[in-house]
């Protein structure tokens, strides 16, 4: 099973997503920090703060979360876009 070994911003609303398995993933979260209130507290910030990881999830310090499976689903509905 794929992990996360890091998580990075690259500007205000991408996540640079390293997996375990040496594939990178540039996941824009712009439609998360506008539509889903989870994030609204993220987004009312002037930079969106630095994720952690622990290898199943992404997550911020009293904020939402990630899994892997539900980044995968998101990049799948919006290159059906």
Do not use: C
Request: hydrophobic share 40%; glycine share 4%; aromatic share 6%.
């Amino acid at each position: 099973m794929l992990k996360i070994s890091r998580v990075d911003t690259l500007d205000n609303h991408t996540l640079d997503i390293e997996l375990d398995n040496g594939n990178l993933i540039l996941f824009n979260i712009k439609p998360l920090l506008e539509y889903d209130p989870a994030y609204v507290k993220l987004k009312d910030r002037a930079l969106l703060p630095k994720p952690s990881t622990d290898g199943m999830r992404i997550f911020w310090r009293d904020g939402p979360s990630l899994t892997l499976d539900k980044i995968m689903t998101l990049i799948t509905e919006q290159a059906v876009l």
